[in-house]
């Protein structure tokens, strides 16, 4: 199937939908036929032939009003009658690495989902360790609407697919995903896209979103857009990137990033919040007047380039001056742990989080270490390598070094 992009509906989408799963289970190849767009862009994504960083792309839906069946499509024209379609809505994907050590980016990825698409290769034993880690990641965010694709039906006999269908129906027996569809897919070749695409429609409706409520926006990736030589004067400013999880951004606006940039003061590290003001806004490749939740934004900001040079803003908030959630240096947590250690071949007990114990904790778009100093009862300290901006609400999740990985243990609450 090949996308026929269309520039009538430049409409920021209303909906991020994650594309999660094993390595090389064919999430970006999936993403391609969808968008047109092959998300692994970063040099040493197309040398390894994986997801390393975060990727995204936008595509529309539209509906032909003349079929009967798959009516949903994402070309402007309908495949099967011919007839023009009515533009529906724009979605966007987020592409999220599978790779066991880049666990902390796909929770990352996972904060800004609405919804997601499990990947799950037919030519290969059900399930995969970091599909086991990828369907826990998502439960424990919140993400409860799914769609499982069997992928590569095509590098398996039938006799093959059958036992894979099985083994998926077993693996999500009792799991957030028990009633999800499974549709059995070949994105190398274009098989049942059509019907992906209608599932799609179907089963992910527009979440509620509260426009009302002061902006907030977790910031995914930071990047210089000049190209090196460029004149000073020319010179534009940092782009952040990430998606909005409340209220509106708009252009003109003036906005506080914290926890901000990291500053050495007195003998010890801060950090300080930066602000700045929106200069211009986009979703995909459309210019935006202003951006509200749903799809990934970028924003072109009055900042020195070198600040957002490789991502390091990655984690961090963005609002109205002054009207941010707290920085935290260190956090009090009410661990909810797992029963067995998930994505490692052969699953252990989790034990207890003991002192002086080193966690992996993500938050919102943020991912950092911290070191356990004080068990309570029911809750733990974690003082933190590098600070997160976090309302008291937001959920935790926790991991810690299994072997030279670490792996997903459980999720925290914030404690007064």
């Known amino acids: 199937m090949v996308k026929n992009i269309s520039h009538e509906t430049s409409v920021q989408p209303d909906i991020n939908i994650g594309m999660t799963g094993h390595v090389d289970s064919g999430k970006t190849t999936l993403l391609e036929k969808l968008s047109g767009k092959w998300t692994d862009t970063h040099s040493e994504e197309i040398k390894r032939g994986i997801t390393i960083r975060l990727g995204y792309a936008n595509t529309s839906i539209y509906k032909c009003e003349k079929c009967d069946k798959l009516v949903y499509t994402i070309n402007s024209k309908c495949e099967k009658c011919g007839s023009d379609a009515k533009f529906v809505r724009n979605i966007s994907f987020v592409d999220a690495p599978g790779h066991e050590t880049l666990m902390a980016t796909m929770l990352c990825g996972a904060a800004i989902m609405d919804a997601a698409i499990l990947l799950i290769a037919a030519n290969e034993e059900c399930p995969q360790s970091q599909t086991k880690e990828h369907l826990m990641a998502l439960d424990m965010i919140g993400i409860k609407n799914i769609i499982i694709i069997q992928n590569k039906i095509d590098l398996a006999s039938e006799e093959q697919i059958l036992k894979n269908y099985e083994q998926i129906k077993n693996f999500v027996k009792g799991t957030i995903a028990e009633s999800a569809p499974i ?192 068990l309570a009862k029911n809750s733990v300290y974690v003082k933190l390598k590098r600070p997160v901006c976090a309302d008291p609400t937001d959920r935790i999740t926790l991991s810690r070094l299994v072997g030279s990985r670490f792996r997903l243990i459980g999720y925290g609450l914030m404690k007064n």
């Open 183 to 374: 549709i059995p897919v070949s994105a190398q070749h274009g098989i049942n896209v059509d019907v992906l695409i209608n599932t799609i429609q179907e089963r992910f409706a527009t979440p509620k979103r509260d426009l009302t409520k002061e902006p907030l926006m977790f910031v995914a990736r930071s990047f210089d857009i000049n190209r090196p030589g460029t004149d000073i004067k020319n010179l534009s400013g940092g782009v952040v990137g990430g998606a909005i999880k409340q209220g509106i951004l708009k252009i003109n606006d003036e906005i506080e990033i914290r926890p901000g940039l990291r500053v050495e003061k007195e003998n010890r590290v801060i950090y300080q919040p930066i602000t700045t003001k929106i200069i211009e806004l986009r979703t995909g490749n459309d210019q935006i007047d202003s951006a509200m939740p749903g799809g990934s934004v970028a924003i072109l900001t009055e900042l020195d380039p070198s600040i957002v040079k490789s991502d390091s803003l990655t984690g961090n908030i963005i609002g109205h001056i002054g009207k941010l959630p707290n920085v935290f240096y260190e956090l009090k947590i009410e661990p909810k742990l797992l029963k067995r250690v998930v994505g490692t071949a052969n699953e252990i007990n989790v034990e207890p989080i003991k002192k002086s114990e080193i966690l992996m904790l993500n938050v919102n778009s943020a991912a950092t270490t911290g070191i356990v100093t004080e």
